[in-house]
Nanobody
Framework: QVQLLESGGGLVQAGGSLRLSCAAS??????MGWFRQAPGKAREFVVS????????NYADSVKGRFAVSRDNAENMVYLQMNNLKPEDTAVYYC??????????????WGQGTQVTVSS
């Protein structure tokens, strides 16, 4: 059983940066993913990172702007978001499970953190 808690969301102007954190409790031997959900839209894949951190996969919409990392010693996963755009506005969720772009690969989910990008 893994419990996940996101933090670091907030309001930022377009072009700004935010760093999201995801704290995992319990033994986390899972790949991790970040997803987001904007109002009225389906949850969408943002990025995944393997258990070792050696492999990552980014959605095309965030490539070159977002960077995922993890610190297994601290049971933390991070999402550095740069050059934010209004279309990045969403609730961001971290998830633990098997690596993949579909939400059903992930068994454990955090409660989400709101990111709002103003134009």
């Amino acid at each position: 059983q893994v419990q996940l808690l996101e933090s670091g969301g907030g309001l930022v102007q377009a072009g700004g940066s935010l760093r999201l954190s995801c704290a995992a409790s319990g033994r986390n031997n899972y790949a991790m993913g970040w997803f987001r959900q904007a109002p009225g839209k389906a949850r969408e894949f943002v990025v995944s990172i393997s258990q070792s951190g050696a492999s990552t996969n980014y959605a095309d919409s965030v490539k070159g702007r977002f960077a995922v990392s993890r610190d297994n010693a601290e049971n933390m996963v991070y999402l550095q978001m740069n050059n934010l755009k209004p279309e990045d506005t969403a609730v961001y969720y971290c998830a633990a499970g098997s690596t993949g772009v579909r939400s059903y690969y992930y068994a454990y989910w955090g409660q989400g953190t709101q990111v709002t990008v103003s134009s």
